[in-house]
């Protein structure tokens, strides 16, 4: 017998644990040990799609079975040993038709997983369709009630049950929740079993979907319209997508992710979380808002004086803005199209992060600003908007404020082919470019060719400026 395998168990569990999972499934053929090192493994992961394969309907219901019988089989094991389950992932990719015809043995299962003390545990499901709300699997709080379970992940064509609403119906020991794409049969239900789990500290709610029976067939399900979170003192961190009226109330919280429904009105309400330190917007639009104004951009040092990233991606909020905050050290700035007008006031901002590839450049002016400031800004740019440089870059007149300016150019791809020669003639023939006047010296700068003649790149950038930056990455 080689050294390893007469290692102790935990240690070798330790070592599958760190292992590719088909690396993991090799070890089984090594020796009878290992085999049963890995059949003891309490990281448990069961995929259909390593077992099922598209072929004749007889093939595949022999497949199923065997699929069936072998999940069974290796969490009976588990269970009539006695040993825990750290965590368990069943991930099933079957026919919302197939999948009808084995949800009873998935409710065995995830019983079956709770009686093993599970830490973790993870379904995954295919995403929910409009037309059938009632093929969806339905899950019951007796499934998964385990005392131990301390991270629950669903996604897909999940049903919560009404049963989810009972005051019984407790998670003691949760303390990560992660739902997408899955559906209620009551809006309330969401924020019963939050509020019912007293150690949690990070939810993740995406693209969550409430049950309306008594509406027309393709309105029987609509997204979540709001939800609220309060009295969580434990919780630490939210992810969420697609909600349209957000209320939290969490004195500890640290960072928040929002990405709003683009199409509807949009309220957000975290203003007592003074301890957020970490703020990321998505998809946020100034007709549909009416959370974020320009003041409240402009008092974010009163309100969160802790904050120290905050991101705005795809938010088209109003065309001026001033953001000041004393602390804040990393700001992002991601395809902002109205924004016209930008000013920061930011003393300790460490980086800034500025991405567009919007028609017309935005003013953008640093009030205060630290010197180990680095900036760097990507442009996507057809020719026209060449010219728009020099006035953009030259707005950083300072230069030696920052610890680093870095600028990257990108070419547009064209959505009509017709529209190539006109339009980026340019990139391809740097010397028709008219040079531009001498622009603040940049320490970094990436140009990236449509068809990446890489030779061609110094005659543009000595057309677009006249000196070379210090720094030249092809």
């Avoid at 199923?64 to 588990?78: A, C, M, S, V």
């Avoid at 404020?401 to 391809?428: G, R």
Wanted: aromatic share 10%; with cysteine; charged share 25%.
């Amino acid at each position: 017998m080689d050294q390893i395998s007469s290692l102790p168990e935990i240690i070798l569990h330790d070592i599958l644990s760190r292992l590719p999972k088909q690396d993991a499934i090799k070890t089984s053929v090594l020796s009878k040990t290992w085999r049963e090192i890995f059949c003891t493994f309490p990281i448990l992961s069961i995929c259909d799609r390593e077992s099922i394969s598209r072929s004749s309907k007889r093939k595949k219901d022999r497949q199923i079975k065997t699929f069936l019988d072998y999940g069974k089989q290796r969490l009976l094991r588990f269970s009539e040993q006695g040993l825990a389950i750290k965590e368990f992932k069943l991930k099933l990719s079957l026919t919302c038709y197939d999948l009808q015809l084995i949800y009873p043995d998935v409710d065995q299962w995830l019983k079956l997983a709770s009686e093993c003390d599970v830490q973790t545990l993870k379904l995954c499901l295919p995403t929910l369709k409009e037309d059938d709300p009632c093929l969806c699997y339905i899950l019951h709080p007796g499934v998964i009630e385990a005392r131990s379970l301390n991270k629950l992940v669903l996604k897909g064509r999940i049903r919560f049950d009404k049963e989810f609403l009972n005051p019984s119906v407790k998670f003691s020991s949760l303390r990560v929740l992660s739902l997408s794409y899955v559906l209620f049969d009551d809006e309330g239900a969401i924020e019963h079993v939050i509020s019912h789990c007293p150690l949690i500290e990070h939810i993740t709610l995406k693209w969550c979907y409430v049950y309306n029976p008594q509406g027309a067939r393709d309105k029987q399900i609509s997204l979540m319209k709001s939800v609220s979170m309060h009295g969580l003192q434990k919780l630490k961190g939210v992810d969420i997508q697609g909600v349209q009226n957000v209320y939290i109330d969490a004195p500890n919280i640290e960072k928040i992710y929002y990405d709003a429904d683009s199409d509807e009105p949009c309220k957000m309400n975290f203003d007592s979380c003074r301890n957020l330190r970490a703020l990321t917007l998505m998809n946020v639009k100034n007709e549909f808002s009416f959370t974020f104004t320009a003041t409240w951009f402009l008092h974010l040092s009163s309100k969160f004086p802790f904050l120290e990233s905050l991101e705005l991606v795809d938010c088209s909020v109003f065309e001026n803005i001033k953001i000041s905050s004393s602390q804040l050290k990393a700001l992002v700035l991601c395809d902002c199209s109205t924004m016209e007008k930008l000013e920061i006031d930011t003393p300790n901002l460490l980086s800034f992060r500025y991405y567009y590839a919007g028609d017309d450049l935005p003013s953008i002016s640093f009030l205060s600003c630290s010197s180990q400031l680095e900036v760097n800004v990507r442009l996507n740019m057809i020719h026209p908007r060449l010219y728009q440089l020099k006035k953009f870059v030259k707005q950083f007149k300072n230069p030696q404020k920052f610890s680093s300016l870095s600028l990257s150019i990108h070419p547009c791809i064209p959505s009509d082919e017709s529209f190539y020669d006109d339009e980026y003639y340019y990139w391809e023939d740097p010397y028709s470019l008219p040079p531009t006047l001498s622009v603040p010296s940049i320490k970094h700068l990436v140009i990236r060719s449509i068809r990446e003649v890489k030779s061609k790149y110094s005659l543009l950038v000595n057309r677009l400026f006249y000196s070379l930056c210090q720094k030249l990455f092809h």
